[in-house]
Nanobody
Framework: QVRLVESVGGLVQPGGSLRLSCTIP???????????MGWYRQAPGLEREMVAT???????NYADSVKGRFTISRDNSKKTVSLRMNNLKPEDTAVYYC?????????WGQGTQVTVSS
């Protein structure tokens, strides 16, 4: 089964920055290139929501709440997708999940906690 490996999140003060990364080590590059990759998040008591996605051709899409603050990118040669988060707010606190979408199925990473608090 395809396994997504996420970096560790952490505790950040409001206004701070954090970078998450996710890789899929056990596939070949050409397969990774076909996936739409993304980041979702889920806060306690809320449903999982899309944060940002990036297609194989690097077309990006962002939730309105993170536009201008978060940047998603991918390095196909390294089979990695990253999420750069700037100007973090307490409402960004959530478990963040990496995702890969092959058009018929979404596979999730294990999730990583991001906490924004002073």
């Amino acid at each position: 089964q395809v396994r997504l490996v996420e970096s560790v999140g952490g505790l950040v003060q409001p206004g701070g920055s954090l970078r998450l990364s996710c890789t899929i080590p056990r596939i070949i590059t050409s397969t990774f290139n076909q996936y739409q990759m993304g980041w979702y998040r889920q806060a306690p008591g809320l449903e999982r929501e899309m944060v940002a996605t990036i297609t194989s051709s690097h077309v990006t899409n962002y939730a309105d709440s993170v536009k201008g603050r978060f940047t998603i990118s991918r390095d196909n040669s390294k089979k990695t997708v990253s999420l750069r988060m700037n100007n973090l707010k307490p409402e960004d606190t959530a478990v963040y999940y990496c995702s890969r979408d092959d058009g018929s199925q979404i596979v999730w990473g294990q999730g990583t906690q991001v906490t924004v608090s002073s």
